[in-house]
């Protein structure tokens, strides 16, 4: 019903920027926030940054002086443009969306499939 296809994950050399990209496609009614994680251990992921259509963010930290989250309504997209790039970034990036589907008031979270972002040497 709904599917988040992520890009623009790679390698990229400490120092450096790359912009990942997560576009959602489906029956979506609304969407309440959109979203960035990244994954710190096998059973944990760190929320990274956040926005909601009225573009309110909240990062993590670590990267608030780094990334940038942004989003484009009508597009049903979200991006994260990282700077300055360190090894301790080096994560699978994954989106995640609040939203509720056509004709339903019921909120689901939907998750991405994953990138990954390799920051080394």
């Known amino acids: 019903q709904v599917q988040l296809v992520e890009s623009g994950g790679g390698l990229v050399q400490p120092g450096g920027s790359l912009r990942l990209s997560c576009a959602a496609s489906g029956s979506i009614s609304s969407i309440y926030t959109m979203a960035w994680f990244r994954q710190v251990s096998e059973n944990q992921r760190e929320r990274v940054a956040i926005?909601?259509?009225?573009?309110?963010?909240y990062y993590l930290d670590s990267v608030e002086d780094r990334f940038t989250i942004s989003i484009d309504n009508a597009k049903n997209t979200v991006y994260l443009q990282m700077n300055s790039l360190k090894p301790e970034d080096t994560a699978v990036y994954y989106c995640?969306?609040?939203?509720?589907?056509?004709?339903?008031?019921?909120?689901?979270?939907?998750w991405g499939q994953g990138t990954q972002v390799t920051v080394s040497s």
């Open positions: 926005i909601t259509p009225g573009g309110d963010t």
């Open positions: 995640n969306a609040v939203l509720s589907l056509a004709a339903s008031a019921v909120k689901y979270s939907v």
